[in-house]
């Protein structure tokens, strides 16, 4: 068989980093998958690239930055999956045009996540961070300045998605009054009030928290100037991505008092496992509460996530199925069980398909059954096809020059 992964479960090799659950790599070998690295933490990229090597699906978390160059380097790569919701530590772009669809679990977490904010809510309306400082100090904070109870308080959300919203409906559960920010039309739940813009939600809020994705237009997009709109003795949450906030700025805001507090569970830069030293100018400040992003860090979530990925990878692997790829075109296929299955992923450009199905006829073989979906640049065409000479179909869609890589089922 010509085609470089065209292979035997025997012969496909899982790399899942930073302790993804365990549920995982049972799902993985309950599928006859056998071959299985497992590590703890994240890999720094020379260990990384030399990690990658034979490696056919790799499974990560937040900490894995698969770049351009790491891609470059993992010369069997055929699959990413990401056990989380975010994916933007992973190059899109560069893995799809090398024929590498990513997949993520984009709610298995969110429950979690809004969670944990709602307990920051109520710590930050409390002064809880710094009343917990001083008792470990000694001191004795017993005080009801600048606390309050969270009841017909407003929250402000920026990025009313799957956590945003959640968390909206929780909140007015606490009798908060909740407004939002998105960049698209959302469906106000509960009672939650859309507001005209970003600057309106920091204006009226007592207590801002950030529920967006890490995109050009979010990087950087709560600093000095925001965090001055906000209200004097407000508080802001960020368990979203690391580099939505000017951390200095934030730092600021905080010690000047016209914050009140912060809850942070993400980072611009995070460590990369438990040996590393975590570094922000945010350290040892008692009005702040600083979490080693674990938002989505529950048993619960971690075993569901854990499913939902294998199961993803497992299903690309036996299957070819792409559904729930965030960077690939979607086919939904059903089982093969008496045809024989090629995928064939190309650069989308004219008469690809007629070459694909050219090689077909050449060989005398009947196409049963033809999936295809494509995006501006990448097309995936997928074939169940009557017994034939499979080699010879591998090679000659091998030859196509828009072709990025051809897989045969076993
Ligand atoms: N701290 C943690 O452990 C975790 C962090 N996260 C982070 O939370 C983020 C949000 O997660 P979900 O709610 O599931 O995502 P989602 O995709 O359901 O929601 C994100 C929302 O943000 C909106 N948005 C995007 N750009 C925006 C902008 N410039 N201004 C305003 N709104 C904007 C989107 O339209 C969308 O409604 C993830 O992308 C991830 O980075 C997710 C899970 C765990
Ligand atoms: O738990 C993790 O490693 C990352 C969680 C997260 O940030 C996400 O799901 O996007």
């Not at 699906?57 to 069997?76: P, V």
């Not at 859309?194 to 890490?214: G, R």
């Not at 694909?356 to 990448?378: C, H, K, R």
Request: charged share 20%; proline share 4%.
């Amino acid at each position: 068989m010509a085609a470089k992964h065209s292979l035997p479960k025997d012969k496909i090799n899982f790399l899942l980093l930073e302790g993804v659950h365990d549920r995982a790599v049972e799902s993985v070998r309950r599928s006859g998958y056998e071959s299985l690295r497992v590590e703890s933490t994240a890999l720094e990229p020379g260990a990384l690239k030399e990690a990658l090597a034979g490696v056919h699906f790799l499974g990560i978390r937040s900490r894995s930055h698969i770049t351009e160059e790491i891609l470059d380097a993992a010369d069997k790569l055929t699959a990413i999956g990401c056990f989380c919701i975010g994916t933007d530590q992973v190059d899109l772009d560069a893995a799809r045009k090398r024929g590498i669809p990513v997949f993520n679990a984009p709610y298995a977490n969110t429950r979690s996540v809004a969670e944990l904010v709602l307990a920051e809510i109520i710590m930050l309306m409390r002064g809880i961070p710094e009343k917990n400082m001083a008792a470990h100090r000694g001191e004795w904070l017993k005080t009801a300045a600048g606390s309050h109870e969270v009841r017909g308080k407003t929250l402000g959300i920026v990025g009313f998605g799957h956590i945003g919203s959640q968390l909206g409906i929780l909140a007015e559960g606490m009798g908060m009054n909740v407004i939002f920010h998105d960049i698209v039309d959302k469906l106000p739940l509960g009672n939650a009030r859309p507001a005209s813009s970003l600057t309106e939600v920091l204006q009226q809020a007592d207590i801002v928290s950030l529920h967006v994705p890490d995109t050009d237009q979010t990087r950087g997009m709560i600093g000095k100037r925001e965090l001055a709109a906000m209200q004097t003795g407000s508080r802001l949450i960020n368990a979203s991505r690391g580099k939505v906030v000017d951390i200095p700025a934030l730092a600021e805001a905080l010690k000047s008092h016209h914050l009140a507090g912060a809850a942070i569970d993400v980072f611009p830069s995070e460590p990369s496992g438990p040996d590393e030293t975590f570094v922000s100018e945010l350290r040892g400040m008692d009005n702040v509460l600083l979490t080693p992003h674990i938002g989505g860090s529950t048993r619960e979530a971690q075993e569901n996530i854990a499913l939902d990925v294998a199961g993803k990878l497992v299903r690309y692997s036996d299957n070819g199925s792409t559904m729930g790829a965030v960077n690939f075109p979607e086919v939904a296929l059903p089982d093969h069980a008496t045809a024989r299955r090629i995928l064939h992923i190309h650069r989308n450009e004219p008469g690809v398909l007629q070459a694909v199905n050219s090689v077909f006829s050449e060989a005398g073989v009947n196409i049963v059954a033809q999936y295809l979906q494509t995006m501006p640049d990448v097309g995936y065409v997928v074939m169940d096809a009557e017994t034939g000479d499979a080699t010879r179909i591998i090679r000659g869609l091998e030859a196509i020059p828009a072709t990025i890589r051809t897989r045969y089922l076993y």
